[in-house]
């Protein structure tokens, strides 16, 4: 599968950004989608995962209850809907894709990656 993420931008704290990750080879619904981050000088971080079905989801606790992942298997696409933006939330936001049925959060599991989308927020 090939991702390609878009949607990133800049923004004041407090704004939203709705990331998407399309595939443009392969069915995204064969895979399940993880978002990961990677701030500058800082190693890249999961951000949340969603299952196959979209029935499951698992988010980093900094953005619980700010961020939603989704997806929609018939338009091929995965989404991050950020909210409440802060700061910190500055990065690279990277899709990927994988196979296993578990809810990975570790980035080695996901063999396949979309390029960053990059997300600035400002205080």
């Known amino acids: 599968v090939q991702l390609q993420a878009s949607g990133g931008g800049m923004v004041q704290a407090g704004g939203s950004l709705r990331l998407s990750c399309a595939a443009s080879v392969g069915a995204i619904s064969d895979y399940a989608v993880g978002w990961f981050r990677q701030a500058p000088g800082k190693e890249n971080e999961f951000v949340a995962t969603?299952?196959?079905?979209?029935?499951?989801?698992v988010y980093e606790t900094s953005v619980k209850g700010r961020f939603t992942i989704s997806r929609d298997n018939a338009e091929n696409t995965a989404y991050l809907q950020m909210n409440s933006l802060r700061p910190e939330d500055t990065a690279v936001y990277y899709c990927?894709?994988?196979?296993?049925?578990?809810?990975?959060?570790?980035?080695?599991?996901?063999?396949?990656w979309g390029q960053g989308t990059l997300v600035t927020v400002s205080s």
């Open positions: 990927a894709a994988t196979s296993s049925s578990a809810m990975e959060v570790v980035p080695t599991w996901y063999p396949y």
């Open positions: 969603i299952n196959r079905s979209g029935g499951g989801t």
